[in-house]
């Protein structure tokens, strides 16, 4: 099983960026694909999620509600986060991952970070002028 981020970088704060999480080694439609964020000193914690089985059931963290969108591609194994007018607090390192007991992104909220089975290495996303 591995996951990869990419896509990160600078963008100047009211910017857009969009993440990509490839995936492989495992059946991506059948699973639930969690974006996740750390900085320094702060714990990690989930930013969005995606459900698989064919569903389109999403969950995102109240600070990013109508500026990021979680998508995916089965197609293409991958999974995408656009992140739209973007903050200086949306700085981070960003993290995909997935949790093959998770039973849709409903539970994503109160799954903590620690119980994800599997993640791929961060991309770097730093807003500022």
């Known amino acids: 099983v591995q996951l990869q981020a990419s896509g990160g970088g600078l963008v100047q704060p009211g910017g857009s960026v969009r993440l990509s999480c490839a995936t492989s080694?495992?059946?991506?439609?059948?699973?639930?694909i969690g974006w996740f964020r750390q900085v320094p000193g702060k714990e990690r914690e989930v930013v969005s999620c995606i459900s698989g089985s064919g569903g389109s059931s999403t969950y995102y963290e109240d600070s990013v509600k109508g500026r990021f969108t979680v998508s995916r591609d089965n197609a293409k194994n991958t999974v995408y986060l656009q992140m739209n007018s973007l903050r200086p607090e949306d700085t981070a390192v960003y993290y995909c991952a997935t949790d093959f007991e998770l039973q849709g992104a409903r539970y994503c909220g109160t799954n903590h970070w620690t119980r994800w089975d599997y993640w791929g290495p961060g991309t770097q996303v730093t807003v500022s002028s």
């Open positions: 080694g495992f059946a991506l439609n059948y699973y639930t």
